[in-house]
Protein backbone atom coordinates (compact mmCIF):
# COMPACT_ATOMS: atom_id res chain seq x y z
CA UNK A 1 0.00 0.00 0.00
CA UNK A 2 1.18 3.60 -0.86
CA UNK A 3 1.92 6.61 0.96
CA UNK A 4 -1.36 8.54 1.19
CA UNK A 5 -2.19 11.18 -1.05
CA UNK A 6 -0.81 15.17 0.17
CA UNK A 7 -2.71 16.85 -2.55
CA UNK A 8 -6.05 15.88 -4.32
CA UNK A 9 -6.16 14.54 -7.67
CA UNK A 10 -8.24 17.67 -8.64
CA UNK A 11 -5.79 20.03 -7.69
CA UNK A 12 -2.99 18.05 -9.20
CA UNK A 13 -4.89 18.36 -12.20
CA UNK A 14 -5.18 22.24 -11.75
CA UNK A 15 -1.94 23.19 -11.22
CA UNK A 16 -0.34 20.54 -13.67
CA UNK A 17 -3.42 22.16 -16.63
CA UNK A 18 -2.16 25.99 -15.18
CA UNK A 19 1.64 25.60 -15.06
CA UNK A 20 1.67 23.81 -18.94
CA UNK A 21 -0.88 26.64 -20.39
CA UNK A 22 1.63 29.76 -18.73
CA UNK A 23 4.96 27.55 -19.80
CA UNK A 24 3.07 27.82 -23.90
CA UNK A 25 3.13 31.17 -23.35
CA UNK A 26 6.32 32.72 -24.06
CA UNK A 27 5.22 36.29 -21.76
CA UNK A 28 4.80 33.67 -18.39
CA UNK A 29 7.08 31.04 -19.34
CA UNK A 30 9.96 32.42 -17.21
CA UNK A 31 9.36 31.33 -13.40
CA UNK A 32 5.84 29.99 -14.25
CA UNK A 33 5.43 26.55 -11.78
CA UNK A 34 7.23 28.51 -9.31
CA UNK A 35 4.64 30.89 -9.64
CA UNK A 36 1.60 28.85 -9.85
CA UNK A 37 2.67 26.55 -7.18
CA UNK A 38 3.00 29.27 -4.71
CA UNK A 39 -0.47 30.61 -5.85
CA UNK A 40 -1.73 27.38 -5.28
CA UNK A 41 -0.21 26.17 -2.09
CA UNK A 42 1.68 23.59 -3.52
CA UNK A 43 5.84 22.45 -3.18
CA UNK A 44 7.30 23.73 -6.47
CA UNK A 45 8.90 20.06 -7.18
CA UNK A 46 5.91 18.47 -6.71
CA UNK A 47 4.41 20.60 -9.82
CA UNK A 48 7.65 20.18 -11.82
CA UNK A 49 7.28 16.19 -11.50
CA UNK A 50 3.61 16.59 -12.22
CA UNK A 51 4.23 18.58 -15.01
CA UNK A 52 7.07 16.29 -16.48
CA UNK A 53 5.10 13.62 -16.22
CA UNK A 54 2.38 15.10 -17.99
CA UNK A 55 4.67 15.60 -20.87
CA UNK A 56 5.77 12.17 -20.60
CA UNK A 57 2.38 10.63 -20.60
CA UNK A 58 1.23 12.73 -23.60
CA UNK A 59 4.13 11.94 -25.39
CA UNK A 60 6.04 14.66 -25.65
CA UNK A 61 9.09 13.83 -23.58
CA UNK A 62 10.68 10.47 -23.79
CA UNK A 63 10.10 8.63 -20.37
CA UNK A 64 8.08 5.34 -18.85
CA UNK A 65 4.39 6.81 -18.84
CA UNK A 66 1.89 6.38 -16.22
CA UNK A 67 0.30 3.46 -17.30
CA UNK A 68 3.63 1.76 -18.00
CA UNK A 69 4.67 2.15 -14.83
CA UNK A 70 1.42 0.40 -13.03
CA UNK A 71 1.70 -2.11 -15.54
CA UNK A 72 5.63 -2.85 -14.32
CA UNK A 73 4.59 -2.88 -11.00
CA UNK A 74 1.92 -5.49 -11.74
CA UNK A 75 4.07 -7.51 -13.42
CA UNK A 76 7.02 -7.41 -10.73
CA UNK A 77 4.59 -8.22 -7.64
CA UNK A 78 3.19 -11.97 -9.69
CA UNK A 79 6.58 -12.47 -10.24
CA UNK A 80 7.33 -12.06 -6.47
CA UNK A 81 3.94 -14.08 -6.09
CA UNK A 82 5.12 -17.00 -8.64
CA UNK A 83 8.92 -17.25 -7.28
CA UNK A 84 6.98 -17.78 -3.33
CA UNK A 85 4.58 -20.13 -4.81
CA UNK A 86 7.67 -22.16 -6.78
CA UNK A 87 9.66 -22.38 -3.84
CA UNK A 88 6.93 -23.90 -1.74
CA UNK A 89 7.03 -26.54 -4.65
CA UNK A 90 10.11 -27.07 -4.73
CA UNK A 91 10.16 -27.31 -0.73
CA UNK A 92 7.35 -29.58 -0.83
CA UNK A 93 9.15 -31.45 -3.71
CA UNK A 94 12.12 -32.08 -1.87
CA UNK A 95 10.38 -32.60 1.08
CA UNK A 96 8.42 -35.85 -0.44
CA UNK A 97 11.60 -37.47 -1.33
Not at 16 to 37: F, M, V, W, Y
Not at 60 to 68: A, F, K, L, Y
Request: include cysteine; proline fraction near 5%; hydrophobic fraction near 35%.
Amino acid sequence: MGAPKKYPEELKERATRLAIEARRNPGSRTGAIKRIAEQLGIHPEALRTWVRQAGIDGGDRPGTTTDEAKRIAELEREYRELCCANEILNTALAFSQ
